[in-house]
């Protein structure tokens, strides 16, 4: 790589770590400021917003680009207004910073308080989609954050054109304007270097599809927070209540299949396969669902006439992402339950049981971030869960795991008070 | 890499996954029988661990030790009854595993809670230290997380007797054998492949020296806990009482010199330095400690005949490790503030100050995992935290941040619990 590129992004980062100092000790009102400021940039910039959107729209790395993915590089007035109404709500959250988190007293009288503080440097690494821009910077700003974003190289100009509006309601508002910084250069080298800066950026969040992800995880000397796929389970139990094991189901697999938090994986219990599983397959088949079947399940089917396929060993850990789901009977709960952790990914699973004691015991072993109980996986999502936004939904299990909100995006320190202990 | 060392270590870290999912949902009595039969198999089985300790301390490989690391790597009687007594302490500690972090309902009547789970399986990567293979064995086991360990290649004939006493520990409490396992080679090239099992490894805690955790973070894709060096200043107010300042400043550098959370760097405000400083230098001249003065503290010292050097530039970014401070006057308690932030390692950072403005601003924007007011920097530190054990004091700003115990061992999950709700 040149050493103009490593200077480059050598210095933006060093840019992003003193202003990360600036805005761990910023005011919630001057964060409020500046976030108000930018939703009446975004309303009053849609002729400049739209016209670099048009640019990027017209390049060649556009035209390579999937009907779905040009559609959401794609600005339209009716999303700029959406987002510039998602800053007003990042707004009206509370701030997480500064909370006292633990208080406690030592019987040498040291006084210890845990108080939560921003992370410091995130840096952001996305795909062609300029809402992530907006979305990641206004919950980095928020929770004291400075942030460096890195977006697809389909998405440059749009994306340069949002930083430019960022950058002047940080000013506007009083804090530093590095605070929220693009990378000024689509160069994949740059990116590899910027993954090496682990003592000014003190976390990667990648935002995108596996490959991004695996990229950034190989490449990375700074702690990544990973967003991985969901293979997520329904398993329906032999005490479940029919209704509700349709409505669950059908609403975990149907409702946006493309997500994270749809079923892709069902299991019946033995006991009740041969009169439940019609029911349900046909409930899903009504939907437009596939059904790729076990050979338990596929006889129990055929019996009845509904369509399905034979499933293959990949699509029992496969996420599919499609209105395709792989169903199979087991015998036990237990059954169930090892079935999930060795196939699953540890997203979200769901059991569908009246058996407080078969809950129970699925909620502890499925060693997944979100397990539910008589409720669709669907609900594995930080406005679900009341957290007001989310960045993402951690695979990990270190620092967050499930739904990321701004609580999520800050560490803690410790502020020891004394009357001048020393150690014996 | 051979076939073989790769199917050796995959099939070592399958089978710690597998014995995670047992130990995640064993009962407290059961981990705590496995660790005092542990610490009764430690006490009976002197003459195997010195004869496997011999045999170490005649290799070649520990031939080539500093007299320090020899020193940690033998094994005495008392040594092995000390480590037995830390067994027996960690039985009387409170299991994290379980407690309930948050609990609350949303409007659609969904009731989540947010549980502490282990965090799954855990490699910790050591040197040639005996104690560390019980100590990490046994707060993983206590905290329900399986356990891979690879210590240094001087030690391996202690470690494997010492891993063998572990899992007959296991066993006879009716715990898998596998939740704490050796890697049975010392070859490089099957840590390396260790660090890449990142669907079976959830987390690496490196416990050593800056190059052996470098080698960690660049080589693994499983997250990583550091334990970075500690350039840790104290910072003596303008308004700071004289004698406190030199028992805090006196205690933070000599009573252990080389450990991390010893004073490296001092600051003595420009209104003070001239009155205090001579007081403090001769105190820290009368304890060894050789001082690197910047040319305004040397000058001060040079008019009192108090014996120093002048600092180079790298002296004010350097973890000693030894009876030696840099010493550096400055004009404010910002620029404090700034040096500190600049110059220092995020670790432990103490302000000496009668003034609670002072003190809260400082605790405020210097930006490390403990800041200070008015005690040691020694008191950073799990016991002194009272946390009851410790696996190390953290650098990261992501999951765990400064002392390491029990509950920072652990991750989370989501218990959702439903009445047959669906997403709208």
Known sequence: MSADLVSLVTS????????????????????????????????????????????????????????????RLTLTPAKLA?????????????????????????????????????????????????????????????????TILRGGKECFHTNTALAALIARALAEAGLPANAVQLVPTTDRAALTHLLKLDTLIHCVIPRGGESLIRFVVQNSTIPVIKHYTGVCFVY???????????????????????????AEQLLVHAAIAATLLPRLAAALLASGVQLRCDPAAAAILARTGLAHTSAQPADYTTEFLA??????????????????????????????????????RFQAAVDSAVVLWNASTRFNDGFEFGFGAEIGISTDRLHARGPMGLRELCSYKYLVEGTGQVRG
């Open 323 to 360: 209105l395709t789901l792989a169903v199979r009977v087991v015998a036990s709960l237990d059954e169930a339950i090892a079935t999930i952790n060795r196939d699953g990914s540890a997203h979200t699973d769901a059991i569908v049981t009246r058996d407080p004691a078969a809950a129970a």
């Open 12 to 71: 933006l980062a060093q840019r992003a770590r003193a202003a990360s100092l600036a805005l761990a000790t910023a005011p919630t009102a001057a964060k409020n400021d500046a976030l108000t400021k930018l939703a009446a940039l975004l309303d009053s910039s849609h002729a400049a917003l739209l016209e670099a959107n048009t640019r990027d729209l017209a390049s060649a790395e556009a035209a390579a680009l999937t009907p779905a993915s040009r559609e």
């Open 236 to 262: 329906v139990d032999q005490n479940a209540d029919p209704a509700m094991a349709e409505s669950i189901l059908i609403n975990a697999k149907v409702q946006r299949p493309g997500v994270c938090n749809a």
């Open 82 to 146: 959406h987002l510039a109404q998602s800053v007003r709500e990042v707004v009206a959250l509370p701030d997480p910073v500064g909370e006292t988190l633990a208080d406690w007293t030592r019987p040498n009288g040291l006084r210890l308080r845990q108080v939560r503080v921003p992370i410091g440097v995130i840096a952001i690494i996305y795909e062609a989609r300029p809402n992530v821009t907006v979305d990641c910077a206004i919950l980095c700003l928020k929770s004291g954050n400075a």
